[in-house]
């Protein structure tokens, strides 16, 4: 059964750090772009971060540029997002996503979705 599992996400105040993790089962996730997607309460998803299968090229949309950065371990068929100077507009729940495409931040392209993990900015 092909599975993405988020975990890492949890209560932060403004200014610091969390890494998520995105660990596959079922499948190897060399050959998949990975996409990061949050969503906020009374907001459409909106992506974040993708990362290429092919020479990992990275892409990040323009409110976590700088501040986040995609990374991935095929060894441990893992992706991460690190995420420093969080603020409290990064609260909402974080997905991530996979897909046998060019990476993307359109969650639509995706075919494999996690279950999302909860990160709260909160003073």
């Known amino acids: 059964q092909l599975q993405l599992v988020e975990s890492g996400g949890g209560l932060v105040q403004p200014g610091g750090s969390l890494r998520l993790s995105c660990a596959a089962s079922?499948?190897?996730?060399?050959?998949?772009?990975i996409g990061w997607f949050r969503q906020a309460p009374g907001k459409e998803r909106e992506g974040v971060s993708c990362?290429?299968?092919?020479?990992?090229?990275?892409y990040y949309a323009d409110s976590v540029k700088g501040r986040f950065t995609i990374s991935r371990d095929n060894a441990k068929n893992t992706v991460y997002l690190q995420m420093n100077s969080l603020k409290p507009e990064d609260t909402a729940v974080y997905y991530c996503?996979?897909?046998?495409?060019?990476?993307?931040?359109?969650?639509?392209?995706?075919?494999?979705w996690g279950q999302g993990t909860q990160v709260t900015v909160s003073s």
């Open positions: 079922g499948f190897t996730l060399d050959y998949y772009a």
């Open positions: 990362i290429s299968s092919s020479d990992g090229s990275t």
């Open positions: 996503a996979a897909g046998q495409i060019i990476a993307t931040l359109h969650e639509y392209e995706y075919d494999y």
